[in-house]
Nanobody, 126 residues
Framework: QVQLAESGGGLVQPGDSLRLSCVASGISIRNYHMVWFRHAPGKEREFVAGTRPSGGVTYSADSVKGRFTYSRDNAQNTIYLQMNSLEPGDTAVYYC???????????????????WGQGTQVTISS
């Protein structure tokens, strides 16, 4: 059984940083597409960043490029999202998701993923 557990969210001020973690169990993430999505109230779930099983290229949303850094540690079965220069618009519940076989064209689509964590709340407010 696949389990994904996010942590690291919280309430911070604009300009602050947070580091999210997602620990996977029941799978070896080296065989999985591992990604981050976020869901803000009143908005659709949005792709944030992620990689294919091979790692290598990181795919990111334009809204977070230059501020968020995705990384994965296959040995620790964990992915991370380093979030810098946080803005109020980044407020959302952040989810990690995993799936083995996804077409590249569907990487950014939440419908493509069968395995999700419970989410961690990130709130940016002054």
């Amino acid at each position: 059984q696949v389990q994904l557990a996010e942590s690291g969210g919280g309430l911070v001020q604009p300009g602050d940083s947070l580091r999210l973690s997602c620990v996977a169990s029941g799978i070896s993430i080296r065989n999985y597409h591992m990604v981050w999505f976020r869901h803000a109230p009143g908005k659709e779930r949005e792709f944030v960043a992620g990689t294919r099983p091979s790692g290598g290229v990181t795919y990111s949303a334009d809204s977070v490029k230059g501020r968020f850094t995705y990384s994965r540690d296959n040995a620790q079965n964990t992915i991370y999202l380093q979030m810098n220069s946080l803005e109020p618009g980044d407020t959302a519940v952040y989810y990690c998701a995993a799936d083995r076989q996804i077409m590249l064209s569907s990487l950014r689509s939440s419908d493509a993923y069968d395995n999700w964590g419970q989410g961690t709340q990130v709130t940016i407010s002054s």
